[in-house]
């Protein structure tokens, strides 16, 4: 009965493994489908057939070399490039694509220590990346990449590095560039140079960029897209989507040429300028890893600022996202609509990887300290309980009939009885009625008999208790060194037994659950 109940236990482990192994591993990532979908424009601006949808993702970061401080090629660094590759790639695959985006955006941080990567290196980093978002070269999908801080430096370094801002245009194009999609124009601009000494290469090219712009009419609506968030006062609320403390304006700068070599956003002048020259309805920006949304005030009206999450579950957010934006592919000067409603944008979240490990981990102790403490004889008292409970009972007879003895004052006739195990009783013999006594009594009181006279009885019962007692501490002492040894040698056999039983159960969930874990790897990988 127990081992029946102990595998119907292994193959309910077993059922509960594999149904968290297909969540974790492939319909969490379904969830998106099902909890997001493209934001509705107006009515009378657009329907389902007249917008074109872009989505948007920010800070892939794939891990390399300069990533959690952990030695090149270790083992540990490893793993965590694989499973943050997979995770992403999984997202990509599952969550993203099947909305079927016309367009899709990077807001910048391709790589993690792109500047400080060889040539051998960045080529590395650039089939991982292109292997992870694999479908990138969907015919009927448009991909645009922007640069960031980790693809190309700040102007404190790629001034002095001008070596990775030609791999970066290279191998994902220009750094400041425009776009049209439906009846929206999309302005990318190299957030990392603008705030970098005007006498600059690349800074001067950036705002002679953004110049060129501003001479034009504005005959579409525009999308500001820049991969460092513009500048926000401090303790400036985020939203109800943000999950991590504000981050308060952090700039730094190199002594020589006064390159900048850390921000967490673009200066004020230079937010502020941005916003007049090119005159945006909406402004997307990466670089702070999680949600953020602020509005700034122009001359021309309000702006909207979405800062979007990192897509990736290694970069400290345990709530990975992506955008949906639905744009309106009918001119804006044919209705009545104002440009700031020709947009419209539903933020998604992915699944929380984290957390999914965590149960994992859960699971695993729960599974461990089940098969480990489940009952030999299933959920039915085991036998120490059993004689716990006999030693109770025989101590509560032991005790009413002592109290019952030293209640009777009586005078009684007592006989001594021995039991099995050695241990001798004063047994009160039934009293016969009383009688006179004659000389044959007074014969047998003289022959010594144990009921004749107390003091003859108590005589006698101390007698045979110094024998008895003297007996008994003998034998108590041999048999007790025995049971304690045959105890403590039981103790251990049930214990090999018991880690035995738990090895062989979790070798059998293992065995089911380890090729199905595999197959689901697999499929990711070899799936193109």
């Known amino acids: 009965m127990g081992q029946n109940q102990l595998w119907r236990l292994t193959l309910v482990l077993c059922v509960v493994w594999a149904l968290s192994l297909l969540y974790g591993e492939m319909a969490s990532y379904w969830v998106p489908l099902w909890s997001c979908s493209w934001p509705s424009l107006t009515s009378s601006s657009s329907n389902g057939g007249d917008q074109v949808n872009v989505a948007v993702i920010a ?18 660094l490893e793993a965590a490039r694989f499973y943050t590759d997979l995770y992403m790639r999984r997202s990509f695959r599952s969550s993203i694509l099947p909305f079927k985006p016309h367009v899709v955006i990077f807001l910048g941080d391709q790589f993690d220590g792109g500047p400080f990567l060889s040539d051998e290196e960045w080529k590395e980093s650039l089939w991982r990346f292109k292997n992870t978002f694999y479908l990138l070269q969907k015919e009927e999908t448009n991909i645009y990449y922007l640069s960031g801080n980790h693809d190309i430096g700040y102007s404190g370094v790629n001034s002095r590095s001008p070596k990775v801002v030609s791999l970066f245009e290279k191998d994902f194009g220009k750094r400041n560039y425009r776009f049209i999609a439906g009846e929206v124009e999309y302005i990318a601009v190299d957030a990392q140079t603008l705030d970098g000494p005007l006498q600059g290469k690349l ?4 705002w002679e960029f953004v110049q060129n712009i501003s001479k034009e009419v504005v005959s579409r609506p525009r999308i500001l897209l820049t991969h460092i968030p513009l500048y926000r006062a401090d303790e400036t609320p985020c939203g109800s989507y943000r999950s991590s403390p504000i981050i308060n304006q952090r700039i730094r700068r190199s002594d020589p040429d006064q390159g900048i070599t850390y921000q967490n956003y673009l200066s004020e002048e230079t937010s502020a300028r941005l916003l007049e020259l090119i005159k945006p309805i909406l402004v997307l920006s990466g670089h702070d890893h999680d949600q953020c949304t602020v509005t700034h005030s122009t001359p021309t009206g309000a702006v909207t600022e979405h800062t979007l999450g990192t897509v990736s579950w290694q970069q400290g957010n345990l709530y990975p996202s992506f955008m949906l934006l639905s744009a309106t592919s009918i001119p804006t000067w044919n209705t009545t609509i104002p440009p700031e409603q020709a947009v419209s944008t539903h933020l998604c979240f992915l699944p929380m990887q984290t957390h999914i490990y965590i149960w994992y981990l859960f699971l695993f102790v729960v599974t461990l300290l089940l098969l480990l403490f489940w009952p030999v004889n299933g959920l039915s008292c085991p036998e120490p309980c059993n004689r716990l409970m006999s030693s ?75 024998s008895v007692t003297v007996d008994m501490t003998a034998d108590v002492k041999v048999d007790d060194i025995g049971k304690s040894s045959r105890f403590y040698r039981s103790k251990s056999v049930k214990v090999i037994r018991r880690f035995i039983r738990v090895f062989r159960l979790l070798a059998f969930i293992a065995a089911i659950n380890l090729p199905l874990y595999m197959m689901l790897l697999f499929k990711d990988w070899n799936d193109h």
């Open 203 to 206: 800074t001067s090219s950036s």
């Open 59 to 76: 800070d892939p970061q794939l891990m390399d070399k300069t990533s959690l401080s952990l030695p090149p090629k270790s083992l540990a």
């Open 392 to 466: 109770i009972g025989e101590t509560l007879r032991s005790i009413m009939v002592s109290h019952k003895e030293k209640d009777e004052d009586e005078d009684c006739e007592y006989e001594m009885m021995w039991d099995a195990e050695g241990s001798m009783h004063l047994v009160k013999k039934a009293s016969a009625a009383p009688r006179m006594m004659n000389s044959s009594d007074n014969a047998l009181i003289g022959r010594g008999n144990v009921v004749a006279r107390p003091t003859a009885r108590k005589t006698a019962t101390q007698e045979g208790e110094a």
